[in-house]
C-alpha cells in the first residue's frame, strides 16, 4: 500500500470515448501532480495541484482537462484522444509549501491508457 | 531550464555483483536535491535515495549509494550486493530549491541476472 491509489489501472479506449482517471492519497499532502510516461522519454509534467489550485499546465492539449475537488482527490477526464496520447499516467502526491517536499514525490502505480 | 541525462538505456548485472548506474545534470542553482527512483514492472515508482547538494556527504541506504560530484554535476548509484529484485527502471531527477518541480531523467531498465 503505498499511500496514493490510482484507478483503473488500465484503460482502452476509442478517440471519440469519455473517461476518467482517478487519484487518491491518504499521506495528507496538499499538492497532486498529473505526469505523463512514455517509452524513452522524460516524464512529462502534465498538471499540478497546490492546495487545490491549479498552479501549472504546461501546454497540455485540452483534451485533457483535470480537476482536484479536495486535497485528496485528483481526476483527469479524457475526451477526442488521440494514439500518441497511449501512455502511463502517474499520479503523485506531496507536502507542498515546506521542506516536506525536498522529500521527492510519492507516485502511484498508475494507469496503462491505450488509444484505439 | 534544467535537464537530466541518463545515458545507459539498459544495463545487466550478475547477482550479488555491483553495479553503477550514471546521471548528470546541468543547473545553475546552487542548492537542489537529487534523487533515484525505482520502478519495477509493478510501475509504481519507489523512492531509492535522496541527496541534498549542500551536503558533501554521499548519501547511503543499505545497500544503496551514491557518487554525488557537485563540480562534475554527476550524480552516480552505486547498487551494491544485486539482487533479483532490484530489475527495475531506474530514474535520475532533479529538484530545486525552490520549487516543486521534478526533472527527470529518460531511465536506465537495470536487469539483474541469476
Known amino acids: 500500500e503505498t499511500g496514493v491509489t490510482q484507478t483503473p489501472r488500465h484503460l482502452v479506449m476509442g478517440m471519440t470515448n469519455k473517461k476518467s482517471l482517478k487519484c487518491e492519497q491518504h499521506?495528507?499532502?496538499?499538492?497532486m501532480y498529473w505526469y505523463k510516461q512514455s517509452a524513452k522519454k522524460p516524464l512529462e509534467l502534465m498538471f499540478v495541484?497546490?492546495?487545490?489550485?491549479?498552479?501549472e499546465n504546461n501546454s497540455v492539449p485540452s483534451r485533457f482537462s483535470p480537476e482536484c475537488p479536495n486535497s485528496s482527490h485528483l481526476f483527469l477526464h479524457l475526451h477526442t484522444l488521440q494514439p500518441e496520447d497511449s501512455a502511463l499516467y502517474l499520479c503523485?502526491?506531496?507536502?507542498?509549501?515546506?521542506?516536506?517536499?525536498?522529500?521527492?514525490?510519492?507516485f502511484g502505480s498508475g494507469t496503462r491508457l491505450t488509444v484505439v | 531550464a534544467q535537464t537530466v541525462t541518463q545515458s545507459q538505456p539498459e544495463m545487466s548485472v550478475q547477482e550479488a555483483e555491483t553495479v553503477t548506474l550514471s546521471c548528470t545534470y546541468d543547473?545553475?542553482?546552487?542548492?537542489?536535491?537529487l534523487f533515484w527512483y525505482k520502478q519495477p514492472p509493478s510501475r509504481q515508482m519507489i523512492l531509492v535515495i535522496r541527496q541534498e547538494a549542500y551536503k558533501q556527504q554521499n548519501a547511503t541506504e543499505n545497500r544503496f549509494s551514491v557518487n554525488f560530484q557537485k563540480a562534475a554535476k554527476s550524480f552516480s548509484l552505486k547498487i551494491s550486493d544485486s539482487q533479483l529484485g532490484d530489475t527495475a527502471m531506474y530514474f535520475c531527477?532533479?529538484?530545486?530549491?525552490?520549487?516543486?518541480?521534478?526533472?527527470f531523467g529518460t531511465g536506465t531498465s537495470l536487469t539483474v541476472i541469476p
Open positions: 499521506l495528507g499532502h496538499n499538492a
Open positions: 495541484y497546490s492546495l487545490e489550485e491549479r498552479v
Open positions: 531527477a532533479f529538484m530545486s530549491w525552490s520549487g516543486n518541480q521534478f526533472y
Open positions: 543547473t545553475s542553482e546552487n542548492n537542489y536535491y
Open positions: 503523485a502526491s506531496s507536502q507542498a509549501g515546506t521542506a516536506g517536499g525536498s522529500y521527492g514525490y510519492t
